[in-house]
């Protein structure tokens, strides 16, 4: 009796210790593909964008930036950006106090990793401070609390 149960512990440690080992290797491959995604964002946009003083708005719905001052830029779903809203022209400097990043879905996590690539790039190109301060970007309308924002940011480089 006591030998089968000591086969069943070792037959149970064993099965855990598999399991682990695949599940972190699994954990390994997404986040690699993600990393891979992020470095094959786009560098050139295809538009000025400058560094903004302020806040960058994470929104859902182009409606929401309709009256917003700054730049707004579309993120489609498959990674390519669209300038909705250049900066007002002659604002001095050509500095703009904020920014809206229009997202093609109503949470991070809906996102495919093309986006959020894209979406951190965008983040890299309109705060120039590194760590991106958790209170310079601001998800509003979004299906996202302050972690999502938070764990977005972690991959600014």
């Given at each position: 009796?006591?030998?089968?149960?000591?086969?069943?512990?070792?037959?149970?440690?064993?099965?855990?210790?598999?399991?682990?080992?695949?599940m972190t290797a699994h954990d390994e491959s997404v986040r690699a593909?993600?990393?891979?995604?992020?470095?094959?964002?786009?560098?050139?946009?295809?538009?000025?964008?400058?560094?903004?003083?302020?806040?960058?708005?994470?929104?859902?719905?182009?409606?929401?930036?309709?009256?917003?001052?700054?730049?707004?830029?579309?993120?489609?779903?498959?990674?390519?950006?669209?300038?909705?809203?250049?900066?007002?022209?002659?604002?001095?400097?050509?500095?703009?106090?904020?920014?809206?990043?229009?997202?093609?879905?109503?949470?991070?996590?809906?996102?495919?990793?093309?986006?959020?690539?894209?979406?951190?790039?965008?983040?890299?190109?309109?705060?120039?401070?590194?760590?991106?301060?958790?209170?310079?970007?601001?998800?509003?309308?979004?299906?996202?609390?302050?972690?999502?924002?938070?764990?977005?940011?972690?991959?600014?480089?």
């Amino acid at each position: 009796m006591a030998a089968q149960i000591a086969l069943a512990m070792a037959v149970a440690g064993s099965s855990i210790a598999v399991l682990t080992v695949v599940m972190t290797a699994h954990d390994e491959s997404v986040r690699a593909k993600e990393r891979n995604a992020v470095a094959a964002a786009p560098r050139g946009f295809g538009f000025e964008l400058a560094p903004v003083t302020g806040t960058v708005l994470l929104v859902a719905d182009a409606a929401a930036v309709a009256a917003h001052p700054g730049p707004v830029v579309e993120v489609s779903a498959d990674g390519s950006l669209a300038l909705r809203r250049a900066p007002a022209p002659g604002a001095g400097s050509g500095v703009s106090t904020s920014a809206a990043i229009v997202l093609p879905a109503h949470s991070l996590a809906a996102m495919g990793p093309e986006a959020r690539a894209a979406v951190v790039a965008l983040v890299g190109r309109l705060v120039d401070v590194r760590p991106v301060p958790p209170g310079r970007v601001r998800a509003e309308g979004l299906d996202a609390d302050g972690g999502a924002v938070t764990a977005l940011l972690q991959w600014v480089p």
